[in-house]
């Protein structure tokens, strides 16, 4: 069964740093996409970042960049999101998305174009 979980979560004061990790079984998650995404209630997935299979093309949604870096391991199908210089606003809770076409040479933070089967590690940012 194709499964993943996030994990890392934890509460954090402003200007601090996590490490989100993506721990993905059951699939050859080295062959796919993987993207960082974030949610607050009553508000729609938002896409944070992105990694292509073999690592080597990124993206990320304007408001973070120079401030997450997403990394991947796929020896051990392993994908990270570090986060520095931590806002209030970056309070969410961060899901990891398996893109749905494999060997893809870009990647992009649409929701639309992932699944989704973890439930999710909070993030809060908070004094």
């Known amino acids: 069964q194709s499964q993943h979980v996030e994990s890392g979560g934890d509460l954090v004061q402003p200007g601090g740093s996590l490490r989100l990790s993506c721990a993905a079984s059951?699939?050859?998650?080295?062959?796919?996409?993987i993207g960082w995404f974030r949610q607050v209630p009553g508000k729609e997935r938002e896409g944070v970042a992105c990694?292509?299979?073999?690592?080597?093309?990124?993206d990320y949604v304007d408001h973070v960049k120079g401030r997450f870096t997403i990394s991947r391991d796929n020896a051990n199908k392993l994908v990270h999101l570090q986060m520095v210089s931590l806002k209030p606003e970056d309070t969410a809770v961060y899901y990891c998305?398996?893109?749905?076409?494999?060997?893809?040479?870009?990647?992009?933070?649409?929701?639309?174009?992932?699944?989704?089967w973890g439930q999710g590690t909070q993030v809060t940012v908070s004094s």
């Open positions: 059951g699939f050859t998650s080295d062959y796919y996409v």
């Open positions: 998305g398996v893109g749905r076409i494999p060997f893809q040479i870009r990647c992009t933070i649409q929701a639309s174009e992932y699944d989704f």
């Open positions: 990694i292509t299979s073999g690592g080597s093309t990124v």
